[in-house]
């Protein structure tokens, strides 16, 4: 367990934290456009000044801001962001995108800004990234070798136990730089928890320490336990949590699961909770991303055809016959087409078995295919699948229908993942979840990834793709 600081330290801490994270940004954006200025131009700015040097100062200024603008736009600056280097990289790399897109407009409207040349913006860009991701890396590394960063963390309390809450506190105590901490557990009105608590935790002896605990500061967030209870219990929690400031959340009873989607709306007045629509749902949504995987197939297929017939080559060398093959998978709303990829296996991998999953040492696989699908090589022929409207760049990968036959009726929201298009690669993929890996934790994977859609995370995954090999199979 972390240090644990008094209030009034700890909100000092914080915004001290904060702000080193700020200026830190700050610096990083100046010395980025620097960097990006004299790759570009052969020039350092400074010498004697005059107004093209005033020009170039004004350059760096203003793209600087807007990049921290950016940031903050991105949610760059809170705790859940700085205690987590992956949410880190995420928010870096959306603002480096957007700080692409927008500088170039905003020099054709202010006339104090000329025009700025297209590989500075390119280069400044790349620098952003890479430097302020950096700075940002090292500071909170400092920050939590010093139990410094730990300020920032929000302290919950869980009010009546069960076993939603226990699998939640298992794994903020699990995570080291979760940015929760548990205060502890709380039993409710009437002192008789539903559950047996955990005694891993602080447990109070009565409902009524939870007004002491509020009073000296020590817990910004009250969860109350998914079981059955009246509405005047928990109008009584609710107004204890007002009285302190304190933010008040509670496990759904009814809701096996919460999407992003899940509002609050009102109906004639009344308020009614439900899931919304998911990003890929809107039109526009859904034809940005057709647009983007139609441009993004036809530059694969130019681009890694040569990569295609290599290996297609090396495949037939190693194991003769047809080194591609078609595949039936299950597509979106569980329509079945044939996907297409690089053979991988020997002829006759389902002869003795039949369908079954691939697995990290497949006796089946070829010594090229080992290789192949250690680096996603024998999914590039899927770009013609992508071309024709059948998957999707990113999305949930496609499966067998001969394997997941029974899973819509055994494995809770497995058939959920059919609503959009499947993807050559994906959230799931990217995180080391593919071939013989838990479902359950795949389809964690891909119904964030519905959730949370946006181009800015198509292109994190692209990356990624490239990146990593973990997973596997």
């Known amino acids: 367990m972390s240090i644990w600081f008094k209030k009034e330290v700890k909100d000092s801490l914080a915004n001290h934290c904060i702000l080193m994270f700020s200026g830190a940004d700050a610096l990083s954006a100046v010395a980025a456009l620097t960097t990006a200025h004299l790759i570009r131009f052969k020039v350092i700015p400074g010498g004697i000044l005059n107004h093209s040097h005033l020009i170039t100062y004004l350059m760096i200024v203003s793209g600087s801001l807007l990049f921290l603008i950016n940031l903050t736009l991105f949610n760059g600056y809170s705790p ?60 909170l590394i400092i920050l939590r070798e010093l139990q410094v960063i730990t300020a920032l963390r929000q302290r919950i309390l869980f ?22 901490e548990i205060a502890g557990i709380a039993p409710p009105p009437g002192d008789h928890f539903s559950h047996p608590p955990s005694m891993q935790y602080p447990v109070l002896g009565s409902h009524k320490e939870i007004d002491h605990l509020f009073k000296q500061g020590l817990v910004q967030i009250a969860i109350l336990a998914d079981v059955d209870r009246n509405q005047k219990t928990i109008a009584s929690i609710i107004s204890l949590c007002e009285r302190h400031l304190i933010t008040f959340m509670m496990i759904p009873l009814n809701f096996q699961i919460l999407l992003t989607g899940l509002q609050v709306t009102t109906i004639s007045g009344i308020p009614v909770l439900g899931i919304t629509e998911l990003p890929l749902e809107k039109p526009l949504f859904s034809s940005i991303k057709r647009l983007f995987d139609l441009v993004g197939s036809l530059i694969g297929l130019v681009l890694f055809a040569p990569v295609i017939l290599f290996f297609c080559i090396l495949v037939v060398i190693e194991s003769p016959g047809l080194p591609i093959y078609a595949q039936v998978r299950s597509g979106k709303n569980g329509k079945l087409f044939k996907i297409i990829k690089i053979r991988s296996m020997r002829l006759d991998a389902e002869k003795e078995r039949g369908a079954q999953w691939a697995t990290s040492q497949d006796p089946r696989r070829l010594r090229i295919g080992a290789f192949m699908r250690r680096w996603n090589i024998d999914e590039l022929p899927q770009f013609w699948n992508v071309f024709k409207g059948e998957m999707s760049l990113v999305g949930p990968r496609p499966e067998r229908p001969e394997l997941i036959v029974n899973f819509k009726e055994t494995i809770n929201h497995y058939n959920a993942r059919h609503n959009i298009t499947p993807g050559m690669t994906g959230w799931a993929a990217v995180n080391g979840l593919r071939g013989d890996t838990d479902l359950q934790e795949r389809i964690r994977y891909d119904l964030y990834y519905m959730e949370n859609w946006s181009i800015a995370l198509d292109l994190q995954i692209i990356l990624m793709t490239f990146m990593s090999w973990k997973g596997a199979a």
């Open 80 to 139: 859940h962001t700085l205690m987590r280097l992956k949410r880190n990289y995420l928010v870096v790399f959306k603002s480096s995108l957007l700080w692409l897109l927008i500088l170039p407009s905003i020099t054709l409207f202010i006339e104090v800004l000329p025009s700025v040349s297209r590989g500075f913006i390119l280069i400044a860009s790349f620098l952003l990234f890479i430097m302020v991701l950096g700075a940002r890396f090292v500071l």
């Open 159 to 180: 009010i009546d136990w069960s076993p939603k809450t226990e699998l939640l506190a298992e794994k903020i105590f699990t995570d080291r730089y979760h940015p929760y």
